[in-house]
């Protein structure tokens, strides 16, 4: 199965060298793994751009769709045999990168 790591924070950019080479370390023991499909950081909430095209033409609107003080900050995708593994997982990448994660599964996968 296949699930997202989404990494929390109040900030964008914010890992100090330390917290970055911690995070590559962790990346390249997912690739080891098999684990590793995906992962990347965020830009800022303000850089965003809501699309809403439900209507007769589509609406733009710039700034984040929530206003919230923390925000997806980045993100893994990996894979795992089961949300036990993902969460064992998880729980080694929020130590890595020093922040809070949230795990959800794929639908469907």
């Not at 609107?61 to 919230?68: I, K």
């Not at 969460?87 to 809070?100: F, I, Q, T, V, W």
């Amino acid at each position: 199965m296949r699930y997202l790591v989404s990494v929390i924070d109040d900030r964008t950019g914010s890992a100090t060298p330390a917290e970055m080479d911690a995070i590559h370390a962790y990346n390249d023991r997912l690739v080891a793994g098999g684990h590793w499909v995906f992962a990347g950081g965020l830009a800022s909430p303000g850089s965003a751009t809501v699309i809403d095209n439900r209507g007769e033409e589509p609406m733009f609107s710039d700034g984040p769709f929530l206003e919230s003080k923390e925000f997806l900050a980045g993100f893994w995708i990996i894979e795992a045999p089961d949300l036990d593994v993902a969460l064992r997982l998880a729980a080694e990448g929020s130590k890595h990168c020093n922040r809070r994660v949230e795990v959800r599964p794929f639908l469907g996968d």
